[in-house]
């Protein structure tokens, strides 16, 4: 072998080497010291791609923006196939049910990119029963499983969070919806998240709001009202959930005192399916 030949297989082994070494990076830097995922990549995407509007009661997605982006989108979404269920086991509670969301907001958004720019609506995906949130397309625990599967059959299916509160903030892509947080759920201030979530959507009057001695509130409360009857920090209703957001729907006493009572007629508005995208 002359030095030439030689020089060349030096070469490819300090690329091999250096591959290798790119390699454990990306991995290691979806892991924090703790052991749990990092989302960064996917907070990123939501902070340059997301317009937050009165507030954060409402968002809109520049869904070409996220379009632009991509293969960065797809890298998180690979880094979130990659999570092994022992793994994920092992988390702190708080720490799984982020990861949850994120990975349930991501995919949403992966899924709108398919028919993006020629959609109105996520409904538009798909017909029932193969609608779009019944699609095998979220790659979570070494399986292929819809959005349906990790909201209703993971989130709220295994029993271990009684959240009510994830309803404010999974997100369906929809102007009905609670807003698409312009941040990446994080278990280390998810309590605080979430706790804004629900803040910012209860005071959204588009939404929900009292008139003429009754309350008119999302659908979300209709189709989700057993969440709401889990005895969550003491919560056992739908009404008693509302009366915890007096001051933020703006209820007067006489309208906590009925809605604690049930003499109050709850309406539960329309929802709008159009999508959630810039203008």
């Known amino acids: 072998m002359n030095e030439t030949s030689k020089g060349g297989v030096c070469l490819q082994?300090?690329?091999?080497?250096?591959?290798l070494l790119c390699l454990c990076f990306v991995s290691l830097s979806s892991i924090n010291t703790y052991g749990n995922f990092?989302?960064?990549?996917?907070?990123?995407?939501?902070?340059e791609h997301v317009r937050v509007i009165d507030g954060g009661q409402?968002?809109?997605?520049?869904?070409?923006?996220?379009?632009?982006d991509h293969n960065r989108l797809?890298?998180?979404?690979?880094?979130?196939?990659?999570v092994k269920r022992g793994d994920f086991d092992n988390w702190e509670k708080s720490e799984q049910l982020a990861f949850l969301i994120n990975a349930y907001n991501a995919w949403t958004v992966e899924l709108v990119l398919t028919e993006y720019p020629d959609l109105g609506s996520i409904?538009?995906?798909?017909?029932?029963?193969?609608?779009?949130?019944?699609?095998d397309i979220v790659n979570l625990f070494g399986e292929q499983v819809s959005l349906d599967d990790v909201e209703h059959g993971m989130i709220r299916g295994w029993g271990i969070y009684n959240e009510p509160r994830i309803h404010f903030a999974v997100n369906c892509a929809a102007i009905g919806c609670p807003a698409l947080r312009a941040e990446a759920?994080?278990?280390?201030?998810?309590?605080?998240?979430?706790e804004e979530n629900t803040k910012l959507f209860m005071q959204d009057r588009d939404r929900n709001y009292s008139s003429e001695g009754r309350i008119y509130v999302s659908r979300i409360f209709d189709w989700y009202r057993e969440d709401f009857e889990q005895g969550w920090l003491g919560?056992?209703?739908?009404?008693?959930?509302l009366v915890r957001y007096a001051n933020e729907l703006e209820l007067t006493e006489d309208d906590?005192?009925?809605?604690?009572?049930?003499?109050?007629?709850?309406?539960?508005?329309?929802?709008?399916?159009?999508?959630?995208?810039?203008n």
Not at 123 to 135: N, T, V
Not at 235 to 241: G, Q
Not at 256 to 278: A, F, G, P, V
Request: aromatic share 14%.
């Open 123 to 135: 409904r538009q995906i798909g017909l029932f029963p193969f609608s779009a949130w019944r699609r």
């Open 13 to 19: 082994r300090w690329d091999w080497k250096i591959s």
């Open 185 to 194: 759920y994080s278990g280390q201030i998810l309590e605080q998240q979430l």
């Open 235 to 241: 919560v056992n209703s739908v009404s008693e959930f």
């Open 58 to 68: 409402v968002t809109q997605v520049n869904y070409g923006g996220m379009l632009a």
């Open 38 to 47: 990092n989302h960064n990549l996917w907070n990123e995407l939501l902070k």
């Open 256 to 278: 906590s005192s009925q809605l604690e009572l049930n003499d109050i007629r709850i309406r539960y508005l329309r929802y709008d399916w159009n999508l959630n995208r810039t």
């Open 74 to 82: 797809r890298i998180y979404l690979d880094q979130i196939a990659a």
